[in-house]
Each structure stands twice: as structure tokens, then as C-alpha cells.
């Protein structure tokens, strides 16, 4: 994921009549998505994504994916994360690679 992948995402959600938006994405990277988007007035945007890919027999990719639908929702308007059943401000969030989960730092 680059920059200018990250580009294309903003622009992709700034030109969408939806003002709900759920983005699917790498973990590895999504802080930094999620960053890039943080100043799109007016829309509730969530990235979600899976510690344990989909393909794995143990995954949190359904779980994840219902948590950020709810959250998209319900919350007001802004950008946010959800996994492992938490909602997290991107701009105060890391990976947590030792815990396998992501927290507010």
C-alpha cells in the first residue's frame, strides 16, 4: 500500500454519495489509511481488517467486518478502526504485533 494508493482510497470516499463508509484493509497499513482520511467532512468512515486472514480455519474477519458495519452505523461522523470488538481513534492507535491486537497508545 502507498501513498498513492492511500490517494485513490480518499478520492474514491470524497467523490461517494455514501456519508457511511466501511474500508476493508491490511492491517499492516491501515493506521496510515485511516490517517490520510481523517479530515473527509461529513462521513463516518471505518477500517476494518483481520489479525487472522479469512482463508485461516480461526478468524476474526466476520467478527471484525460486523463490528465496523454497527460501528459505521452508529457513530458520528469521523474516521475510526475496529477490531477485536473495540472502535479506535486511528490518530492515537498502533498494531500490537507481540499481543496480536490492535491499541490505544
Same mark, same amino acid.
Given at each position: 500500500?502507498?501513498?498513492?494508493?492511500?490517494?485513490?482510497? +480518499?478520492? %474514491?470516499?470524497? *467523490?461517494?454519495s455514501? !456519508?457511511?463508509? =466501511?474500508?476493508?484493509?491490511?492491517?499492516?497499513?491501515?493506521?496510515?489509511?485511516?490517517?490520510?482520511?481523517?479530515?473527509?467532512?461529513?462521513?463516518?468512515?471505518?477500517?476494518t481488517?483481520?489479525?487472522?486472514?479469512a +482463508?485461516? %480455519?480461526?478468524? *476474526?474477519?466476520?467478527? !471484525?467486518v460486523g =463490528?465496523?458495519?454497527?460501528a459505521?452505523?452508529?457513530?458520528?461522523?469521523?474516521?475510526?478502526i475496529?477490531m477485536?470488538g473495540?472502535i479506535?481513534?486511528?490518530?492515537?492507535?498502533?498494531?500490537?504485533?507481540?499481543?496480536?491486537?490492535?491499541?490505544?497508545?
Amino acid at each position: 500500500m502507498t501513498d498513492d494508493d492511500r490517494r485513490l482510497i +480518499r478520492a %474514491k470516499i470524497e *467523490d461517494d454519495s455514501c !456519508n457511511r463508509i =466501511v474500508v476493508i484493509h491490511g492491517t499492516d497499513t491501515m493506521i496510515q489509511t485511516a490517517n490520510m482520511l481523517h479530515d473527509i467532512p461529513g462521513k463516518t468512515i471505518v477500517l476494518t481488517g483481520s489479525m487472522q486472514p479469512a +482463508r485461516f %480455519k480461526s478468524t *476474526d474477519a466476520a467478527f !471484525n467486518v460486523g =463490528v465496523a458495519v454497527g460501528a459505521a452505523q452508529a457513530l458520528p461522523p469521523g474516521v475510526y478502526i475496529a477490531m477485536s470488538g473495540r472502535i479506535l481513534d486511528p490518530r492515537h492507535a498502533r498494531k500490537n504485533l507481540d499481543q496480536g491486537c490492535f491499541e490505544m497508545i
